[in-house]
Antibody, heavy 118, light 106 residues
């Protein structure tokens, strides 16, 4: 069964760092484009970052560029999102998702909550 | 950035009704538009891609249409499990963007 499971969320102070992980099963992360999408409490969906499937091209929303880094570990079949210089407005549930092809998201994890607060 | 505007914000209907949801893009996205369903406390689920293609396992009562800047998601006869929030998403340009959502409520 194709599945994604996020972990690493939690409470962090403004200016702090956190690394989210997304463990994949049923497929390999290194042959599929992968994405992170977040959802602030009570709000809509916001795309955060993406990494290409056949290459390692990376893409970022302006709101996180320079602060967040997407990467993957093929040996662990895991996607990561390294987040630094966190802001209160980064508070959200973070979902990882698999690209169906051409940047449509066909498999989603359950999400992990990141709370940035002092 | 391409802005997607969904209307209405809330749609109040009954089981068996037909639901028509709209998504309008600030510039042409050709047919590169998807629809997602999100139930409370759950992750989104891909329903439609490339404006009119149903994703794997999606019932035939869900259909999508449109091209350019105007798109429609139609649910032909609402089932109790269809009451949820629906989002559109474009993939023609970076950044990928989502609409603000339409809540379909009983």
């Amino acid at each position: 069964e194709v599945q994604l499971l996020e972990s690493g969320g939690g409470l962090v102070q403004p200016g702090g760092s956190l690394r989210l992980s997304c463990a994949a099963s049923g497929f390999t992360v290194n042959t599929n484009a992968m994405l992170w999408v977040r959802q602030a409490p009570g709000k809509g969906l916001e795309w955060v970052s993406a990494i290409g499937g056949t290459n390692d091209n990376t893409y970022y929303a302006d709101s996180v560029r320079g602060r967040f880094t997407i990467s993957r570990d093929n040996s662990r079949n895991t996607l990561y999102l390294q987040m630094s210089s966190l802001r209160v407005e980064d508070t959200a549930v973070y979902y990882c998702a698999k690209d169906r092809r051409y940047w449509y998201l066909d498999i989603w994890g359950r999400g992990t909550l990141v709370t940035v607060s002092s | 950035e391409i802005v997607l505007t969904q209307s209405p914000a809330t749609l109040s209907l009954s089981p068996g009704d037909r639901a028509t949801l709209s998504c309008r893009a600030s510039q042409s996205v050709s047919s590169y538009l998807a629809w997602y369903q999100q139930k409370a406390g759950q992750a989104p689920r891909l329903l439609i891609y490339d404006a009119s293609n149903r994703a794997t396992g999606i019932p035939a009562r869900f259909s999508g249409s449109g091209s350019g800047t105007d798109f429609t998601l139609t649910i032909s006869s609402l089932e109790p499990e269809d009451f949820a929030v629906y989002y559109c998403q474009q993939r023609v340009n970076w950044p990928l963007t989502f609409g603000g959502g339409t809540k379909v409520e009983i």
